[in-house]
């Protein structure tokens, strides 16, 4: 009986994973490789379209000579797409609405057949499958200056939260300070409050400072709660490493920073490790905040919320998106 259930719960739980997150994830990285074509579709398939089957058909019309150009759709039934007679138009068409990349005499060379016997010719042509990525960083404005803000940002925030954090979680733990259970616990609460409610007169602050809209005082206002976790994470951590081995290594002749660096910090490295994660997530993801601190110098995050709100460009947006997530899967797993 206790088995059944265990397992029922098991599936249950990972049913409620895979809807709520596994596909809506799946969805973005497959918009995010979908032509304006695909989008114009209904309905949207789960997994993204790699090519297209089109029909070609040379029309010698009284008054005008061009190729019409059909698509096979979901249904399976060749649909019109365009009609078009110079190979300029054609090469430009194919890259812009179905993401295809091919040369004018490549085309030129494929569709001569439908001219010289009069037949409708039917083609397979395979999608520029990476092409939304690349020119994400063409077409939205500031995506370029948007990554390398978005990795100053969150490199400054690891660096003061760490540092300051881990001097804090140190101190608490090795020194006897009156209420420092209270310090510990008012460092949580300090974590509770949203960002969004101390970005406005941080900003003031930071307009004093000369620091408004620079990623240093983007860093400093998402470093205020992370400092706080840094301390809680790593004062526990600090705790448990015995104080003998500070004691001897001072005995052997190591001063107090010797015997940090080669003793004690190696010993606490994984909390160091973890803290960092939890910091750059929260600086790399951010976007309300940046949107209030550094509107001229946006983040990455904020170059994609911007971006959203242009309706052509959701497949532009959603790529930006998955070109967001990637780096923060590679942080997270290689200091996992």
């Not at 074509?37 to 008054?63: A, I």
């Not at 037949?119 to 370029?144: C, H, M, S, T, W």
């Not at 550094?294 to 170059?303: D, E, I």
Request: proline share 4%; aromatic share 14%.
């Amino acid at each position: 009986m206790r088995f059944s259930v265990k397992t029922t719960l098991f599936y249950l739980f990972s049913t409620f994973i895979i809807f709520t997150v596994l596909i809506p994830l799946l969805y973005l990285g497959t918009i995010s490789l979908s032509s304006p074509l695909d989008l114009s579709m209904y309905p949207k398939k789960l997994l993204p379209r790699l090519g297209y089957n089109l029909k070609v058909e040379w029309m010698d019309e009284p008054d005008e000579l061009y190729y019409s150009i059909a698509y096979k759709n979901n249904d399976g039934e060749y649909e019109e797409l365009n009609y078009l007679s110079s190979f300029n138009k054609i090469q430009g068409y194919f890259e812009q609405q179905l993401n295809i990349s091919k040369s004018e005499e490549q085309l030129q060379e494929d569709f001569e057949v439908a001219r010289t016997t009069g037949e409708p010719i039917y083609l397979r042509y395979n999608k520029a499958i990476f092409q939304n990525y690349i020119k994400f960083f063409n077409v939205v404005d500031g995506a370029k200056q948007g990554v390398f803000n978005s990795v100053q940002a969150a490199l400054w925030t690891i660096a003061i939260s760490l540092s300051l954090g881990g001097l804090v979680g140190y101190s608490l733990a090795r020194h006897k300070l009156k209420g420092k259970e209270g310090i510990g616990l008012g460092m949580l609460v300090v974590r509770m409050f949203p960002m969004v409610a101390i970005s406005i007169p941080i900003m003031v602050v930071l307009i004093k400072l000369g620091l408004n809209d620079s990623m240093l005082g983007l860093a400093i206002v998402y470093s205020i709660p992370n400092i706080s976790l840094t301390a809680w994470i790593t004062r526990s951590v600090f705790i448990g490493v015995n104080r003998e081995l500070e004691e001897a290594s001072l005995i052997f002749g190591a001063n107090k920073f010797q015997t940090f660096y080669k003793i004690t910090f190696p010993l606490v490295l994984p909390a160091f490790a973890a803290a960092s994660m939890y910091s750059f997530l929260g600086a790399w993801n951010d976007t309300v905040v940046a949107l209030i601190l550094s509107n001229n110098r946006p983040t990455l995050a904020l170059v994609i919320f911007k971006s959203v709100g242009a309706s052509t460009a959701i497949h532009y947006a959603a790529a930006g998106a998955v070109i967001l997530i990637i780096p923060a899967l590679i942080f997270t797993f290689i200091i996992k």
